[in-house]
């Protein structure tokens, strides 16, 4: 069989140098209900969420009927499931967001390149009784998208209740290809959850997550695919296009059809891949989107090919403890049932797209970033979440990088998210880099002690930005750093140029004033020398005006202070 990925969870794994197979439990589902298990032969038909047209989403608590005759509690976006939005790149999207739900939160549009007012960084939240209008240019390849909450501390539960939805994009690119569209593109966003039967009329979500789930994440034993239990639908006996969103809070699925017949994948994260790959099942971590085009032209008219999650071998228990759930159950993702024979002309296309490759020899630096525990959290470089305003790296705008990531847990897999870019896998400790991640991304997932280099250039947008853990848990315990894209420090004409009060502070002047426009978000100040060294840095709150400095443990020279992307000069005397 042809893995599409390096085994990331393998058959074995290493645990202290010692070699340890981990066979799946066969009887997990010992007594576990029926609606708990996976698609019955009945089913429920695949529910599609509404197309946004511009209205605005009202989040707030409500009920929905996931169950024929039961009501459960969700988080909703005028709907369990929010609408799918559906653009073309160069269009305007404008989205407000109402705010009934009590609680703060932001809305992260994943896989986008934004303005940072726009990304849904934690410390742009709104609260109750507040809306927020999104606004930004689509700048993104075709490809499958979604957004969800961002809020601080509560992303897995705001997710795991329904704070999610899908955006897809259309190009000219894409258009060209005539790749299968209408019926046959199936959009598919799947979530792991716990269920729990109050009343013959009350079935709810569960989320009640222990020390343990902290650590593991909140894993599940029944499947929602759009928000539907048991899910089912009916296709032609024809070429389809199947969109795929992980959008569970930690698990991870091998993704395969129920007749072990290959698929051929054709876009990852950010868009269509170069050429199609030909495989036969495919990992699909949380916060990961693929898109595959399924021969269903194979199967005879009555029968049906379910889209499944492959069991594998469950991972080390962390801390000697595993989940009620772990990680390599199998499940039924959606149940396909061949209904009609089809004309197709459609064939697989040679090549999909043409992407610019990123030269390793062209990057200006290396940043190294280290993932851990630290007892009570995870960690990135030793640091936990704990400031919302605090920059932990200063990224220069427009200039290559290398970003290596250091998994040092020997129990604990992690699906990183970088905000604000996609990027290039450049390499895995673990064995080559599989084709279908040879295109855009903007998640991957490291296995235990895995070492893994991107290739990441931020070319438009400066402001803070995000670096995470995309297991959810794993994110509201600390994972999760901020990092400052920094422009250029040229003196500028404008509102947001800062201004000397003191221009000259003298050695009996310990302090000197900056002043400068407010802004609607929080910028970065700092203090640079002539050499271009950084002296100093801090996060100006939105709203302010000025900042005072303390220069006199500076030598006598020449400086730059800069607030955003505009600067001025100071003379410490």
């Known amino acids: 069989m042809k893995s599409t990925r390096r085994t990331f969870i393998g058959n074995t794994l290493a645990i202290g140098g010692a070699m340890v197979v981990s066979p799946f439990t066969k009887n997990l589902f010992a007594g576990v209900p029926q609606h708990q298990r996976g698609i019955t032969a009945e089913g429920t038909l695949l529910r599609s969420p509404s197309v946004h047209a511009g209205e605005a989403i009202t989040v707030k608590w409500g009920k929905a009927s996931i169950w024929e005759k039961m009501q459960t509690n969700v988080i909703s976006m005028n709907g369990h499931v929010g609408p799918t939005f559906v653009v073309n790149k160069g269009d305007t999207l404008s989205a407000e967001f109402k705010n009934a739900l009590e609680q703060p939160f932001s809305i992260h549009w994943h896989g986008f390149e934004l303005p940072e007012a726009m990304d849904g960084h934690p410390k742009d939240m709104f609260n109750n009784a507040e809306s927020k209008t999104y606004s930004f240019k689509v700048k993104q390849r075709a490809g499958t998208y979604f957004y969800h909450s961002h809020a601080h501390e ?5 997710v795991y209740r329904g704070m999610y939805g899908l955006f897809i994009v259309h190009d000219k690119e894409e258009e060209a290809l005539k790749l299968p569209s209408g019926k046959r593109d ?32 909140w894993l599940g034993n029944t499947i929602l695919t759009n928000g539907t239990p048991n899910a089912y639908t009916t296709v032609e006996r024809a070429w389809h296009r199947i969109r795929l969103v992980n959008a569970s809070g930690a698990r991870v699925y091998k993704i395969a059809l129920s007749t072990k017949q290959p ?14 790959v030909k495989a036969e099942f495919v990992w699909l971590s949380p916060g990961e989107r693929y898109e ?13 090919v379910s889209i499944v999650s492959e069991e594998y071998p469950k991972p080390p228990a962390h801390m000697g403890v595993d989940p009620t759930y772990p990680q390599g159950l199998p499940f039924t993702i959606l149940r396909c049932d061949v209904t009609a024979d089809a004309t197709d002309e459609f064939s697989i296309p040679d090549t999909l797209s043409t992407i610019t490759r990123y030269k390793e020899s062209e990057a200006k630096r290396t940043r190294t970033f280290k993932l851990a525990m630290n ?38 897999q992690h699906p990183m998210h970088i905000h604000g870019a996609q990027f ?30 991107v290739l990441i250039k931020f070319e438009e947008y400066t402001g803070m930005y995000l670096v995470h853990c995309h297991n959810l848990a794993h994110e509201d315990h600390g994972m999760m750093i901020n990092f400052m894209v920094m422009g250029e420090m040229d003196v500028q004409d404008g509102s947001n140029q800062p201004t000397m009060l ?16 407010p802004s609607t978000t929080p910028r970065m100040l700092t203090l640079t020398d002539m050499r271009g060294v950084t002296l100093h840095s801090t996060i100006i709150p939105a709203g302010a005006t000025e900042h005072t400095l303390t220069v006199h443990s500076y030598p006598s020279g020449m400086y730059w202070v800069a607030v955003g992307t505009h600067a001025v000069k100071i003379i410490v005397e």
């Open 154 to 158: 509560k992303t897995e539960q705001h």
């Open 186 to 217: 199936i959009a598919l966003a799947i979530q792991d959850v716990v269920t729990k039967d109050v009343n013959a009329e009350q079935r709810e979500l569960e989320y009640d997550p222990n020390f343990m789930d902290g650590m593991n994440g």
């Open 263 to 276: 698929f051929y994948v054709i876009a990852s994260d950010g868009g269509l891949l170069e050429k199609p």
């Open 292 to 304: 595959l085009l399924v021969d269903f032209s194979q199967v005879n008219v009555g029968d049906s």
């Open 375 to 412: 007892g009570s959290g995870h960690t990135i470089n030793d640091k936990s979440f704990d400031d919302m305003m605090r920059a932990d790296e200063e990224v220069p705008l427009n200039e290559l990088e290398i970003w290596e990531f250091i998994n040092t847990e020997d129990d604990m």
């Open 424 to 453: 290039q896998i450049l390499s895995r400790s673990s064995g080559d880099v599989p084709e279908i991640e040879r295109g855009w991304k903007d998640v991957f997932t490291m296995a235990p002690k895995e070492v893994v280099r």
């Open 502 to 517: 003191q221009a000259q502070p003298s050695i009996t002047q310990t302090t000197t004033r900056i002043t400068f426009a």
